[in-house]
C-alpha cells in the first residue's frame, strides 16, 4: 500500500527544508556548529594552485613496485598536511609516478621542494615513554626543521655490537597507545637506525596465525638492534617517519635480523607495511612536470559554469512548460529541489568540486527532466486510450519506470568504471566528472519519480486542473465512474 500523497508532501517538504539549512551559507539555526565543517570544496582548477608530477628515479639496482610508490605516495601526503593545503589529491599514474594537486598554495618552490625529499625513516629509543601515532618529534638526526640535511646523516647506535650480537629468531613488538602525547620541541629520542638499514618489510603471520608486519634488518644494523632491544626489554621503540610517529611498539625480546610488530588491525598491518618499505626504499622524486594555476581562471570558471547552468535549466523549464502544460511546471519544481538536494549532497560528503564536476552536475541536470520527458509522454498516451486522469498518472510512472531505472543504473555502473579509470591513470578531472554525475544521477531518481508523481497526485485528489489540456493533450478523460457487475438472468 503506497503513502498518501499528503504524508509525503511532508516529507518532502522536511527534505527540504534540512538540504536548504545544509546549503545555506552562515551558522543560521546552527547552535552546536554541525554546519562549521560542511562546505562547497574547490579543486586546484576553480580556486587555482600547483599540480606537480613526480617521477621516481631509484639508484641502480633498486627497483619501484606498486606497494613502494603507494607508501611514498602516503610520505607526501603527510607532508602535505604541513603544508596548510586544504582538499589536496595525492594519487599515483602508473608504476613510477605521482601526480600531487595543491589547491590554494601560497608559495610553489617551498612546496616542490618538500614534495622532492626522500622520507626519512627512523626507529628510535623512547625509554619508558610510549608515543601517540601522528605526533612530531626531535631526534637524534634533528628535528622537522633539519629534514633536508637528516637524510644524509648517520644515527648513533644505542652502544657499540656486541659480540653476542648474533642473528636470533623473530621477536614480536607490542603497540601500544600513549595517555599523554609529547611536545615537538621537548626530549630529544635516540635514533637507532634508518630506512636505508631496512633490508625488507612484508605481512606476514605470528605462532598462533595472527596477521602482523615482518621485517628484516641488513648489515651492521642487524648487531646495532639486536644489542639495543636485548638491553631494552620491556621499553618502548616508536617507527618515526619524517618527525612524525608511526607507531610505537613494546620490546618483548632482542631482535637481530628479522623481527615483527603485532597487535594491529588488517588496514594497519598493510599501511605500515608500505610506510616501512617507502622508507627503506628511499626514492629519489624527479619533477617531471609542473603547473601553476591562476585563481584568476577558477573564478571565471565558476562564473561561466553558472551562467551556462542558469541558460540551459531555462531552456528546459520553458521547453517542459510549453510542451508538457501543468506536468512540466511541476517537473521544473521538481528540478529546483533536485538542485538544492544535489548540492547539500556535495556538502555533506565533501565533495571537491572541480570544474569537470560542474559539467557532470549540468548533465546529471538534463538526465533528470529526461525521466519526466519519458512519464508525461507515457501519460499523454495513457489519456489518449481513455484512461482517467488518475489511473493516466499511475500508468505513466509504472510503465516509463523500468526505462528510467535501467538506463540510470546503466550510466551510474558508466560513472563507476571512469571513477576507477580516472584513479588508475591519476586522471582527477575524469573522477571529478564522474563522481559528481553518479551522485546527480541518484538523486534524479528521487526528484523526478517520487516528487513529480506526488505533486501529480496531490493536483488529482485536490480536484484541480482536470482538464486533458492542462496536461498537453486535447483528448478528454472519461470521468471516474463505478464499474457495474452482471447480473445472471
Not at 238 to 258: E, F, H, L, Y
Not at 289 to 294: A, E, H, K, L, P
Request: net charge neutral; aromatic share 6%.
Amino acid at each position: 500500500m503506497r503513502l498518501r500523497p499528503w504524508y509525503m508532501l511532508v516529507v518532502i517538504i522536511l527534505l527540504s527544508l534540512i538540504a536548504g539549512w545544509v546549503v545555506y551559507p552562515g551558522p543560521v539555526l546552527d547552535p552546536f556548529r554541525w554546519k562549521q565543517d560542511l562546505a562547497i570544496r574547490e579543486g586546484l582548477d576553480l580556486q587555482g594552485g600547483l599540480q606537480v608530477l613526480l617521477e621516481a628515479r631509484p639508484p641502480a639496482g633498486q627497483t619501484v613496485g606498486e606497494s613502494e610508490l603507494a607508501g611514498t605516495r602516503d610520505t607526501i601526503e603527510r607532508r602535505v598536511s604541513g603544508l596548510g593545503v586544504s582538499e589536496p589529491v595525492i594519487q599515483t599514474r602508473g608504476n613510477n609516478q605521482i601526480i600531487v594537486e595543491l589547491p590554494g598554495i601560497k608559495d610553489p618552490q617551498e612546496a616542490v621542494q618538500t614534495l622532492r625529499e626522500t622520507a626519512l625513516l627512523e626507529i628510535v629509543s623512547t625509554g619508558a615513554t610510549p608515543l601517540n601515532p601522528g605526533q612530531t618529534i626531535t631526534t637524534s638526526l634533528g628535528g622537522p626543521e633539519t629534514l633536508g640535511g637528516a637524510r644524509a646523516a648517520t644515527p648513533g647506535a644505542n652502544g657499540t655490537p656486541g659480540a653476542n650480537g648474533t642473528p636470533g629468531t623473530p621477536v614480536a613488538a607490542t603497540p601500544v597507545a600513549s595517555p599523554t602525547p609529547a611536545a615537538a620541541a621537548g626530549p630529544v629520542y635516540q635514533t637507532v637506525i634508518q630506512g636505508k638499514d631496512l633490508d625488507d618489510a612484508f605481512p606476514t603471520t605470528d605462532q598462533v596465525g595472527t596477521l602482523v608486519v615482518g621485517f628484516r634488518l641488513k648489515g651492521d644494523a642487524a648487531d646495532d638492534f639486536y644489542q639495543f632491544t636485548s638491553s631494552n626489554i620491556g621499553k618502548y621503540m616508536s617507527v618515526v617517519v619524517d618527525k612524525q610517529v608511526i607507531n610505537t611498539a613494546s620490546i618483548n625480546g632482542a631482535i637481530s635480523t628479522q623481527g615483527i610488530i603485532q597487535g594491529m588491525s588488517q588496514d594497519e598491518v598493510n599501511k605500515l607495511v608500505l610506510q616501512l618499505k617507502s622508507g627503506a626504499l628511499e626514492v629519489p622524486l624527479e619533477v617531471v612536470q609542473s603547473r601553476t594555476v591562476g585563481p584568476t581562471l577558477g573564478a571565471d570558471s565558476i562564473r561561466k559554469s553558472i551562467e551556462a547552468g542558469i541558460v540551459g535549466l531555462s531552456i528546459v523549464a520553458l521547453f517542459m512548460i510549453l510542451f508538457y502544460r501543468l506536468p512540466g511546471l511541476l517537473s521544473v519544481l521538481a528540478l529546483l529541489l533536485y538542485t538544492l538536494f544535489s548540492v547539500a549532497v556535495y556538502k555533506i560528503l565533501g565533495v571537491v568540486l572541480t570544474l569537470a564536476g560542474l559539467a557532470g552536475f549540468i548533465l546529471s541536470i538534463g538526465m533528470a527532466v529526461d525521466a519526466n520527458v519519458l512519464i508525461f509522454a507515457r501519460m499523454k498516451e495513457e489519456l489518449r486510450l481513455g484512461r482517467t486522469l488518475s489511473s493516466a498518472i499511475e500508468g505513466g510512472f509504472h510503465h516509463a519506470w523500468p526505462s528510467i531505472r535501467d538506463s540510470n543504473i546503466s550510466t551510474m555502473i558508466t560513472c563507476g568504471i571512469l571513477y576507477w579509470f580516472g584513479r588508475y591513470v591519476g586522471a582527477s578531472i575524469i573522477q571529478g566528472f564522474a563522481l559528481t554525475l553518479f551522485l546527480g544521477v541518484a538523486v534524479s531518481m528521487f526528484t523526478a519519480v517520487t516528487v513529480s508523481r506526488t505533486f501529480l497526485r496531490l493536483m488529482v485528489d485536490a480536484g484541480v486542473a482536470r482538464h486533458p489540456r492542462w496536461y498537453g493533450t486535447d483528448v478528454v478523460a472519461p470521468a471516474r465512474t463505478s464499474a457495474s457487475v452482471p447480473t445472471g438472468d
